[in-house]
């Protein structure tokens, strides 16, 4: 198993929109019919209300790298605009073994 995590800083006051853009581009629910996806968190920053997590489980990297290679080349294009439109300096998810979990 290995989670995979992607940090995202939101233009400040588009948290709304881009909760909804996440949405609406199928990103909770397009990752289910691939092999291996085991389960994804949106996670919304405590001390920053303009940073994101998502954090996912995946079976095994090639995965994880299978869901990277389509997630945003198979999103509908107009939520997909919206979403980006929200970001500052996006960067791609990175990918870590579970070494302990309990």
Do not use: C, H
């Not at 389509?70 to 500052?88: F, K, Y």
Request: net charge negative; hydrophobic share 40%; aromatic share 10%.
């Amino acid at each position: 198993m290995i989670r995979a995590v992607s940090r995202f800083q939101i233009q400040s006051g588009a948290e709304n929109t881009f909760e909804i853009a996440f949405r609406d581009a199928g990103m909770f629910e397009r990752p289910k019919n691939l092999d291996g996806f085991v389960s994804m968190e949106l996670i919304k920053s405590t001390e920053d209300p303009a940073e994101y997590l998502v954090i996912s489980t995946w079976k095994t990297t090639e995965d994880y790298l299978a869901w990277q290679g389509v997630s945003t080349r198979e999103a509908p294009r107009e939520a997909l605009a919206r979403l980006s439109d929200t970001l500052i300096n996006p960067e791609p998810g990175k990918s870590y073994f579970i070494v302990r979990s309990e």
